[in-house]
């Protein structure tokens, strides 16, 4: 898709609109020194243009039970597509997988999976990991500290 060529305008109001989705029209216009119709039909065209996809919420993982994040490594032992097309279907459907890569080299995927807790982790990678077929070696990495990240980091109920 050939995209449009982005002005310091349309950059400032992506800018603004990813560090705040819920702007409104009046205020976005303000911020980037534009009146509100202008300001309104370039949003609009970054929209229409692919440029803008969508606008989300971001939710504290932990209120969904998927504080505990673990990085998966995972490699295949066969690369025919039924295979490939098995594991990647039905990676796409476990609630528990927020992230899914196909990777050139090694390992094959790169997957986050976020969940409850290290029980929830150890039930969901025995349960239904590991025995999708195809499926030869997995390892598992959990984050020391999130430094940056698209996904706000978990928030801990505070000690009492």
């Known amino acids: 898709m050939q995209y449009m060529d982005l002005d310091d305008i349309d950059r400032a109001i992506i800018a603004h609109l990813r560090e705040d989705g819920r702007l409104s029209n009046v205020a976005l216009a303000e911020k980037v020194h534009l009146t509100p119709g202008p300001c309104l039909r370039r949003v609009q065209r970054l929209e229409t243009e692919g440029v803008i996809l969508g606008y989300t919420a971001q939710v504290n993982p932990s ?31 476990f609630d528990e997988v927020v992230e899914l890569y196909r990777l050139f080299g090694a390992p094959d995927y790169f997957v986050r999976v976020a969940v409850a807790d290290l029980e929830a982790y150890e039930h969901f990678l025995t349960e239904q990991v590991i025995t999708i077929p195809g499926v030869s070696r997995i390892s598992s990495r959990f984050a020391m500290k999130v430094l940056k990240s698209p996904r706000p980091a978990a928030v801990t109920a505070p000690r009492r």
């Not at 504080?67 to 459907?93: C, H, K, N, P, Q």
């Open 63 to 93: 209120a969904l039970d998927q504080g505990f994040e673990v990085i998966l490594d995972v490699e295949l032992t066969a690369y025919d597509r039924a295979t490939v097309e098995g594991f990647e279907s039905t990676l796409r459907g």
